[in-house]
Structures are given as structure tokens and as C-alpha cells.
């Protein structure tokens, strides 16, 4: 049984894990991104490629099950497997012609930054030379947005502007069009 004494400070703990989370200026709407995205409702996730219930889109969480669930997915289920990593989001856009994505990250220390988007760039530096992801770095937010779409939509670089110019608000800022070896 819960003792309810400790449950508005429990709760205060979550919710000031999640408030301070330099992922906070990435939970956005669609428009947000671009006039012409909306945000994919929670439901239409766990049918599409990313294929997750969630209760809410864009989600972020310090939950350790999602995090490292999401820094799989931020590897292509490779060498990322949550540790180092303090939260992570994940949104899904739905645009004319196909979903946008983003998988973020939030490393506990820079080192864990460094060594996140060192794997991060080599793991999408294929996709990012499509034009189908970019990898993004602020202070200790390592960010990837991809395209599930054979070319780059229509929207794409509106909305890495957008993720730039939010994860650069934390920190210097590096974005990725290509680069690491080829997969």
C-alpha cells in the first residue's frame, strides 16, 4: 500500500524530472513544426512503424523502459541501450506524404552527449545522405528526425529548422546532413 504522505513529493520529483528536461522545447505540435504536419494521434502509433501505445504524442519521459526503448530505436536498434541517458522523447507527424519522426535523447553527462551523437551520426549517416534523417546536437541533447518517405518531404527542412533552433537554445548546436562511414 502507497503511503500518501510521500506521494505529492514522489509526484513533484517526477514531474520537476520532466519539466527541466532539455527535451522540453521539442514537445510540439505539428504546425509547430509546419503548417502542414499534424501531430499523429496516440493511437495511430502502435500501427505504424514505430509501432508503441503511448497515452500522449509527442511523449517524453524519464521512465527507464521508454528511454532506453527509445535510445534502441535512436540506434536502429543497435549499441544505444539507455545508459547514460537521463530522458528521451519520441514524436510521429503525419504530413501529405509521410510521417515525420523524432527520437531525442537527453544524456545525463557531456561525455555520455559525445559518445550518444558519435553513434547516433554513424548509425543514420546513410539516411541523412537520402536526405531521410539528421542528427542534431545542443549542449546534451542529441536529437534525430527522420523521414519515413523515399525522398525528403516537403516539409523537411522547415521542420529541422524548427528542432535546430530549439535544441540550439541549450547549447551549441551541430547538425548533420552526412557524414560518419557508410552503412
Do not use: K
Request: hydrophobic residues 45%; proline residues 5%.
Amino acid at each position: 500500500m502507497m503511503n500518501l504522505e510521500t506521494v505529492p513529493w514522489t509526484l513533484a520529483l517526477l514531474l520537476t524530472s520532466c519539466a527541466t528536461s532539455g527535451l522540453d522545447a521539442l514537445v510540439l505540435d505539428g504546425h509547430e513544426l509546419h503548417a502542414s504536419l499534424v501531430t499523429a494521434p496516440p493511437a495511430q502509433l502502435a500501427e505504424s512503424p514505430v509501432g508503441l501505445e503511448l497515452a500522449d504524442n509527442p511523449h517524453l519521459s524519464t521512465d527507464a523502459w521508454f528511454v532506453e526503448d527509445i535510445a534502441r530505436r535512436a540506434s536502429q536498434g543497435g549499441p544505444l541501450d539507455g545508459q547514460g541517458v537521463r530522458a528521451a522523447l519520441l514524436a510521429v507527424y503525419l504530413g501529405e506524404e509521410q510521417q515525420l519522426g523524432i527520437y531525442g535523447l537527453e544524456a545525463a553527462s557531456p561525455a555520455d552527449a559525445d559518445r550518444i551523437e558519435g553513434i547516433a551520426r554513424g548509425i543514420w549517416a546513410h539516411n541523412a545522405r537520402l536526405g531521410l534523417a539528421r542528427v542534431h546536437r545542443g549542449g546534451e541533447v542529441v536529437v534525430v528526425v527522420w523521414a519515413a518517405a523515399r525522398e525528403s518531404p516537403s516539409y523537411w527542412d522547415a521542420a529541422n529548422a524548427v528542432v535546430a533552433r530549439r535544441v540550439g537554445a541549450s547549447g551549441s548546436v551541430r547538425t548533420t546532413y552526412s557524414a560518419g562511414p557508410r552503412y
